[in-house]
């Protein structure tokens, strides 16, 4: 059993686990920061953007490459449409795999890419939530960047990294990077998942039974355990023990695993969520008193429902229930619709509300209020006539790269008294900002992280009790700012990886599971051979489809013969098997010592060496090595004698 690592991103995996010729991917995350590299996509014409030099190498400068790179305060940027960073392909052959499992919608945004143009064949299962929401994630994506779509894609700086400043010059391998999917390979791509609920088991080929159990990091979101006969494998990605709007992990599905793979713990280590939505909701506050507005860049779903119900609570608290909050998205109705009609995804708390009855997420009231409204863009229709400012606004992308949040640092980033605030850890939010300097707009960083940090994560392990661990190796190393964060389980065997790796994982299976039928079984007569062992032969077909194993009675009868004929029937298979003898046990050598001189083999020395037994037959030029588990005849290609002598060998074993 063997585990590739195709994915640079701890935070966006994709693994692939390749046992008995079954290829299964864990996740499939697209790696968004390379997005960083390029200039933003506004959905007008920018006059800043518009004037940025072009930038010209030192030396090997080709005319050719005129007009591709911008520079903006010292930072160098691609002029063209934003690329992607794929799971690693020349590891693995996309239209090889057999299965793909979603643990969350986070985690599956590189899935166009490896299902469609590649030959894919395979099946895709994930939770309902996950499905749906991914769906929103994907369509989001696709509309922000074909709707402020550039004229030409630049191709010839990925020739010349040497002579380019940093960052670019560090990039992992740009010439693999892919500008986004259309919408139509998104639609295939999804049409392709299967629909899994919580506890649910799947039979993948005969060769795992797959369940997802909840991971308590989003809607949805799911840890994975391939379980056999023999083995469990549990692969935990993207999970949270902390209480929010999902349903609690489920951590015994998870426990005494033979190899848990880990991965998607926080990327933000060092700071904690709660303190850091209470820093969100103070600067919040502070920016309207000084008369601003604040953007916060955001994904359609997610983090951002537990931001519309804090925020509201403490503007109320703060006497500024007035303020208004947009939420813009293409796809924002769907998204807050849909969170409504999923309770049984939800945590306790959230699922009780639907049942007195009331809405799990109070973003339902905060619309039918018009606290909370929501628009596809800045550009749509009655957004004009309900913006006022001071205002919150809730749009994406938290790159800064496309989307409306590009429209609102253009008409806000000059006033100080408007700020924009991060809550994604996703992307470095100094890069975030850099095209857009000198900017005059307050920034703050608080990321809102709910998955396992490393605490968390220790403890967590300790409980679970897996015989081997295996992590990311940078997992292992300690944190910059914080040298006691890392994963530490010294009671533990570790096995460490990195992006490219191939490892092959401690699972030796010697035996696999046989299915009798009960005709078979009727048949068994067990043999007692000492020391408690009792054995049996089975005659029959072993029938293997799918990976799964049955022995069948033999199939074939006896022919009727012609009224009147003396012949015998021909025996049946089964008959001619019965007959068949096994032997087992240790030689008798004294046995076959009598046996051989019965023969006419006399001269016969005997030689005793630890636990080796070796008899010399003298005139015959031969020997017999006996040990512990092999007997050996060497007797210089006489194949007639050695015959003979492996016929009384035989005679000295016991049988049946």
Not at 87 to 104: A, Q
Not at 144 to 171: G, N, R
Not at 254 to 278: E, F, R, S, W
Not at 292 to 305: R, T
């Amino acid at each position: 059993m063997r585990l590739y690592c195709l994915s640079n991103d701890l935070a966006k995996p994709c693994y692939v686990i390749t046992f008995k010729g079954l290829r299964i991917m864990l996740d499939c995350g697209l790696t968004e920061q390379t997005v960083l590299n390029f200039l933003p996509l506004p959905f007008v014409q920018s006059v800043k953007l518009s004037n940025l030099p072009n930038f010209i190498p030192s030396r090997e400068h080709d005319p050719q490459m005129d007009g591709e790179l911008k520079e903006c305060c010292g930072r160098v940027f691609v002029d063209s449409s934003p690329e992607f960073t794929l799971p690693m392909d020349k590891m693995m052959d996309f239209s090889e795999i057999d299965v793909i499992l979603i643990s969350n919608y986070l985690n599956m945004l590189a899935l166009p890419y490896i299902t469609e143009n590649t030959g894919f064949k395979g099946k895709v299962y994930a939770t309902e939530p996950t499905l749906q929401i991914g769906r929103f994630f994907l369509e989001e994506l696709v509309e922000y960047i074909e709707v402020a779509p550039k004229a030409s894609t630049a191709q010839l700086w990925k020739d010349m990294l040497h002579i380019l400043p940093t960052p670019l010059c560090e990039a992992f391998r740009p010439k693999k990077w892919r500008t986004i999917f259309s919408l139509k390979d998104v639609h295939n791509s999804l049409s392709r998942v299967t629909i899994m609920g919580y506890d649910e088991k799947l039979d993948i080929l005969g060769a795992f039974i797959a369940t997802p159990v909840s991971s308590g990091y989003c809607l949805g979101s799911s840890n994975w355990v391939l379980s056999t006969a023999h083995e469990k494998i549990c692969y935990v990605s993207g999970s949270s023990t902390l209480t929010t709007h999902p349903r609690p992990i489920n951590q015994s599905a998870l426990k005494h695993a033979d190899v848990l793979i880990m991965t998607g713990l926080t990327q933000a280590p060092t700071v904690n969520p709660d303190t850091k939505l209470g820093e969100l909701c103070m600067n919040v506050a502070l920016t309207i008193r000084n008369n601003g507005s604040a953007l916060i860049p955001c994904y359609p779903s997610g983090v951002v429902y537990d931001l519309f119900e804090c925020l509201t609570q403490n503007l109320e608290n703060a006497g500024l229930n007035n303020v208004p909050m947009f939420f813009i998205s293409p796809v924002a109705d769907s998204s807050l619709a849909y969170s409504n009609i999923l309770a049984e995804w939800l945590s306790s708390a959230k699922q009780n509300k639907v049942y007195l009855p009331d809405d799990p997420f109070p973003h339902a009231f905060y619309l039918r209020n018009s606290k909370l409204k929501h628009y596809k863009h800045v550009f749509s229709d009655g957004f004009s006539k309900d913006f006022r400012q001071p205002c919150v606004v809730f749009c994406g992308h938290p790159s800064l790269r496309f989307g409306d949040a590009v429209h609102f640092i253009e008409m806000w980033g000059n006033n100080p008294n408007n700020s924009i605030i991060f809550t994604e850890p996703d992307f470095p939010y100094l890069q975030v900002l850099a095209p857009f300097q000198p900017l005059a707009m307050k920034a703050f960083y608080c990321p809102i992280d709910t998955s396992l940090n490393y605490q968390q994560a220790n403890k967590l392990i300790k409980e679970l009790k897996p015989s081997v661990l295996v992590i990311p190796e940078a997992y292992t190393k300690p944190h910059p700012s914080a040298p006691n964060l890392f994963i530490e389980q010294p009671d533990k065997k570790i096995i460490t990886f990195k992006c490219g790796d191939i490892l092959r994982l401690p699972l030796k299976r010697k035996l696999d599971r046989v299915y009798l039928t009960s005709e078979m079984a009727q048949k068994i007569v067990p043999r007692d051979v000492g020391n408690g062992v009792t054995i049996s032969t089975i005659t029959g077909i072993l029938q293997v489809k799918d990976k799964v194993h049955n022995i069948k009675p033999c199939a074939d009868t006896v022919s009727e013969m012609p009224s009147g004929s003396k012949k015998q029937p021909p025996p049946t298979r089964e008959d001619v098997l019965k007959n068949v003898k096994y032997e087992y046990g240790s030689p008798d050598v004294d046995s076959l010592v009598k046996r051989l001189s019965q023969d006419g083999i006399t001269n016969i020395k005997m030689e005793r060496q630890g636990n080796v037994l070796t008899l010399h037959l003298v005139n015959e030029d031969t020997i017999i090595k006996f040990e512990d588990n092999e007997t050996h005849i060497v007797c210089g290609g006489k194949q007639s004698l050695r015959l003979k002598l492996r016929d009384s060998l035989l005679k000295c074993l016991q049988s049946f």
